[in-house]
Each structure stands twice: as C-alpha cells, then as structure tokens.
C-alpha cells in the first residue's frame, strides 16, 4: 500500500503544486485547505486522472478543526507518514499599523498552524518507526524583509521548530526539514500585487539571479526530493529554493 502523503494549503499555490508531484510520485495524497469547495474541486481533478486523494477543510488556527481533518483523513485514506505544512497566510504592514488581531491570526496560522498539524500527524509516524515532516517557511525568516515583521517572525518561528522537532525526532526514524522559499508566482502573491501591497511578480522577477519567479513546481521538487530515498539521510535542514536571491 502506498504511503499516505497530507500536504496543507493544497486547494491552490505551492500546495497545489505539492500535492501534484506527490500524486507523481505514488503516494496517497490527502489535499487540506481553509477553503473548502476550492480543495474538493483540486482533489476531484487529481481523481479524475486516477489519483488515490482525499480532501478534507480545515483551519490550521483551530486546533479541534486540525484533529477532525486528520482523522477523517485516516479513515479514508489510513496513517499519515509524509507531511507537508504550507498553509500559510501574509500580509504587507509597515510595523507600527500591525495590529494586535493581524499579529496574532498571522502567528496562529503560519507557526501555531504548523505545530498543530505536525502534532495531529505525528502519532502516526512514530508507530511506524517512520515519516517525513516538511514545513515551509522563507526567505524573509533569513533576510528581512520590510513591511513584513509579522510574517517573517511567524516563518522564523518555522525555521527554529524544525530544527528542534528535526533534533527530536532522529532516533524514532522521523527526519523533519524546512523548505524556504523566494519569490514564487501564487495566487497569493498575485493578490497582494492586486491589492498594491507588493510591487508584483513581474517587476521582482528580472531581479532574481536566475531571471525569473519560482514556481509551485519549483517548490514541489525540493518536498519530493526529501520525502523520497533520496533524502533519508537529511534532516533539521534548510532547503533555499529561491533562484539565488539569498545566498
């Protein structure tokens, strides 16, 4: 039997993309996502080409919401052993208009969110003796980044959990590492150029060293490599998938 692969923020974006390439490579793939109809819709589609996937909602923030989606991924699909957290939530802010609810919903999702569903997962990788925990974090958790305090607090909060969890969980067979990205063409990112909180993905673009935006693809292959053989002996890593905007 397949393994049972749950990748979070999966109705579209770097999720999405993640889901697909696991599908790809043989697992059983559990779609979650805050936005329900959209994850039912991207889970019909990867049925209809003879995929194995369940979808299921749920507010990473709400911890009742994370175990319910967990366990109504059991029932259908079996035991978690692959996970991968990329729901995730930003905004752009100069620091002193942060507020304390946009402070608080924005840890609550990107780092509380996180644990939580790492958390719900784990029972399930530690009676296997196995599993492959992938959070995604980024770049501006290592740079800085202006207008972005909150968020890149929640995404250094990422970083610093898998290291700790990747320290943890060696022995019990659990390797845990964090995907960061750069600038990633998403429909998140297209909303926040729309709503001018961001320059845009096409004028940042040319600026990167490799000439162009990521993409989920991009961010997929980098989860499939450390979920798969190759990466058994990787673990508390940070994995830089950014076209070499930092180095």
């Avoid at 969110?113 to 196995?130: H, K, N, R």
């Avoid at 961001?198 to 991009?218: C, E, K, Q, S, W």
Wanted: with cysteine; charged share 15%.
């Amino acid at each position: 039997m397949a393994r049972v692969a749950a990748v979070t923020g999966a109705a579209s974006g770097i999720g999405l993309g993640v889901a697909k390439q696991f599908v790809a490579d043989g697992y059983q793939v559990a779609l979650l996502d805050l936005d329900g109809p959209g994850v039912k819709v991207a889970a019909e589609e990867l049925r209809a080409a003879g995929a194995a996937v369940a979808s299921a909602e749920v507010d990473v923030a709400d911890r009742d919401s994370v175990r319910a989606a967990f366990d109504q991924i059991r029932s259908e699909l079996g035991p978690v052993e692959i996970l991968v957290t990329s729901a995730g939530i930003e905004n752009f802010t100069a620091v002193l208009d942060i507020t304390d609810e946009a402070w608080d919903r924005l840890l609550a999702v990107n780092l509380t969110g996180t644990f939580a569903c790492i958390q719900a997962a784990l029972p399930d990788m530690l009676a296997a003796g196995w599993g492959r925990i992938v959070t995604i974090s980024s770049q501006s958790a290592q740079s800085g980044a202006p207008s972005m305090a909150h968020y890149s607090a929640s995404k250094g909060g990422v970083i610093a959990l898998t290291k700790a969890l990747a320290v943890e969980l060696a022995r019990q067979g659990v390797t845990v590492n964090t995907v960061s990205p750069s600038l990633v063409d998403t429909p998140m990112a297209r909303k926040a150029e729309a709503a001018g909180e961001f320059i845009g993905v096409d004028v940042v673009a040319p600026m990167v060293p490799l000439g162009r935006a990521g993409t989920p693809a991009d961010i997929a292959a980098a989860c499939s490599y450390l979920c798969g053989e190759g990466g058994s002996y990787i673990t508390g890593q940070l994995i830089g998938v950014n076209g070499g905007m930092y180095i």
